[in-house]
């Protein structure tokens, strides 16, 4: 069974920076494309972060601000976010799928972000 746990969420100021990891662990993680999601309160869950043929991609709002990589060696996924703003705070997901299905059928239990004024 794929179990993702996600670390590095915190409390940091408007304009600071946060990195957050993801460790992969259960099967082997070339079979499967990770992602970052996120969830503010009383909103949907937003894409964030994640791959697709090989290439980054990135939500609207985080363009430019938040970096997606990943070490193989060690199963672990980053999402390095800079230029935080508060709009930024929410619960931050990590997301696994199949490399052949469209859906993220794996989720990590969360790591709470919070960007202050």
């Known amino acids: 069974q794929v179990q993702l746990v996600e670390s590095g969420g915190g409390l940091v100021q408007a304009g600071g920076s946060l990195r957050l990891s993801c460790v992969f662990s259960?099967?082997?993680?070339?079979?499967?494309?990770r992602a970052w999601f996120r969830q503010a309160p009383g909103k949907e869950r937003e894409f964030v972060a994640g791959w697709r043929d090989g290439t980054p991609i990135y939500g609207d709002s985080v363009k430019g601000r938040f970096i997606i990589s990943k070490n193989n060696a060690n199963n672990t996924v980053f999402l390095q976010m800079n230029s935080l703003k508060p709009e930024d705070t929410g619960v931050y997901y990590c997301?696994?799928?199949?490399?052949?299905?469209?859906?993220?059928?794996?989720w990590g239990q969360g790591t709470q972000v919070t960007v202050s004024s």
């Open positions: 259960g099967r082997t993680s070339s079979g499967y494309v």
């Open positions: 997301a696994a799928r199949d490399v052949w299905k469209s859906t993220y059928n794996f």
